[in-house]
């Protein structure tokens, strides 16, 4: 992010009245300055302006009401892209005035566009300045078109009608046309959205805002046996149709798939957090294991074949805790996100069920000062993870790194910038991405390696940052 003055004229009418040298003609160019996070304060007439050189790719879009969860959806155009353009499929559910308003989403956002950019120009020739001049910005734009497709990205929707909120939705890994929903009138519901993404993968037709029609639809699956609402839902990455869903009075059900596209829900829950199960993370490597966190301050490690009581169960955070996030890559790292703006990272082989001191935290953040809203590990590098936060940013963190003064030196050199980071700035914080308001969650791509998608009370933001894959540029670059 940059800053800049958002009106110079009427800065400029804060002048002394007495200094008629000057004219509203000669009213000089402001320049942007980088802003530095807990560093820089914004003045009374300054504002934060997005820097398009900081990201790949970078575009903006809603789907009528806010979205307090979505999930993507995995596809068959590929394992592992990363060519633009790029098409991409989510599932979402809204927060709408009414209960009766309320729709489930699936879209298809195609034609996103974006450019890769190197870290550090290669070239640099005389009379450069730091600042871009116009005609440098519209070359640019065209090179993008070129290179990643036109700039504007193209959103096809349809809705499936849905009486109340929706908390929270989780499309299935092994077969993502099956989602499942917690409602905010306390059932959880199981859909097939296969018609509508087939639809939607046949069609090439933009759907104007607000002429999509609402379906109809009954699904597959409805659970009332939770005891209230909740937001807990999980899909197992290992067996086809488990699931784990969690309510905010304290309990934990197990769902298990049978013949006829239907589901065993144990009817009795696991039980052992004293307030509401906020999120629920199964295992990557283990069937039958999951992890769970709460209200209460505690995360809990269940197996599910030794009973309805925690195999291991410890504080985590002195608030509480709102999401955890399992890494895929290195099964032993657990990160969890508080109420009080931290976030913890755990190495699971380090607790132990006899022992009530913890000994597994290896790294804790006090970077975010309000409550953490979303966290997850990136499914292509094993050391990276994603916050959200309510103070309105999205962070991106490396845990490798360390901070290397003469790497630092080395990256001044090269940029001819003097970057003054804060001495309480920790070297792992990779990027800040700021402009939404209220951010609820985030989820990374797991076949375009590098994007993440959030949504917040203003709508979603599909984001590439150009400096996630490297640190630092390698020599002749």
């Known amino acids: 992010m940059v800053r800049s003055i958002k009106n110079p004229k009427k800065a400029k009418r804060k002048n002394k009245k007495g200094d008629e040298s000057s004219s509203s003609s000669s009213i000089p160019s402001m320049p942007t300055k980088v802003w530095q996070p807990g560093v820089d304060k914004l003045g009374e007439e300054e504002e ?4 398009p050189t900081a990201y790949n790719s970078l575009h903006a879009f809603h789907i009528g009401w806010p979205c307090l969860s979505f999930d993507v959806v995995r596809d068959s155009l590929g394992l592992l892209r990363t060519d633009f353009p790029h098409t991409v499929y989510f599932v979402a559910g809204t927060q709408a005035e009414k209960p009766d308003w309320n729709s489930i989403g699936i879209f298809k956002v ?18 450069d300045s730091d600042m871009d001049t116009d005609n440098s910005d519209s070359d640019e734009d065209s090179e993008d078109e070129e290179e990643g497709g036109s700039a504007t990205p193209v959103l096809q929707l ?15 890994t092994q077969n993502p046309h099956i989602c499942a929903s917690w409602s905010d009138a306390g059932y959880v519901q199981i859909w097939d959205f296969s018609t509508h993404l087939n639809a939607l993968a046949e069609s090439e037709t ?10 109809n639809q009954a699904p597959l699956f409805n659970f009332k046996g939770h005891k209230d609402e909740g937001y807990a839902i999980d899909w197992s990455p ?21 013949s006829g596209a239907t589901w065993n829900v144990d009817a009795t829950p696991f039980t052992g957090h004293t307030a509401s199960v906020e999120d629920l993370q199964w295992s990557s490597t ?13 995360i809990a490690i269940w197996d599910a074949r030794l009973g309805k009581s925690p195999a291991i169960y410890f504080k985590a955070h002195n608030a ?22 931290t976030f913890s990272i755990r190495d699971l082989r380090l607790l132990s069920p006899k022992s009530e001191e913890d000994k597994s935290l290896v790294a804790h953040f006090q970077y975010h000062k309000h409550p953490i809203t979303s966290i997850e590990w990136s499914p292509h590098e094993a050391s990276t993870l994603a916050v959200s936060s309510s103070d309105n940013q999205l962070t991106i963190w490396d845990l490798s790194l360390e901070k290397d003064e003469e790497e630092e030196a080395e990256f001044k050199a090269k940029t001819k910038e003097q970057v003054n980071a804060p001495a309480d700035l920790p070297p792992q914080l990779l990027f800040v991405h700021q402009g939404q308001k209220d951010l609820k969650e985030l989820h990374w791509h797991a076949q375009i390696p590098g994007m993440i998608v959030s949504t917040a009370s203003d709508g979603f933001n599909i984001l590439m940052p150009s400096n996630i894959q490297s640190t630092l540029p390698s020599e002749g670059v």
């Open 48 to 51: 934060l302006e997005c820097d």
């Open 110 to 127: 195609s034609n996103v566009s974006g450019k890769q950019r190197e870290l550090v120009p290669s070239k640099t020739t005389a009379g």
């Open 158 to 172: 349809r809705k499936v009608a849905h009486r109340g909120c929706i908390n929270r939705i989780r499309a299935m």
């Open 206 to 215: 933009e759907v104007p805002r607000g002429a999509s029609s609402v379906f």
């Open 238 to 258: 290992r067996v086809a149709g488990r699931l784990v869903t969690g309510d905010c009075k304290n309990c934990i059900h197990l769902w298990e798939p049978t």
């Open 286 to 298: 283990e069937d039958h294991v999951f992890a769970s966190c709460s209200v209460d301050g505690h």
């Open 320 to 341: 509480d805790v709102n999401v955890i996030s399992w890494n895929r890559l290195a099964s032993v790292m657990l990160a969890s996100g508080s109420d009080d703006g």
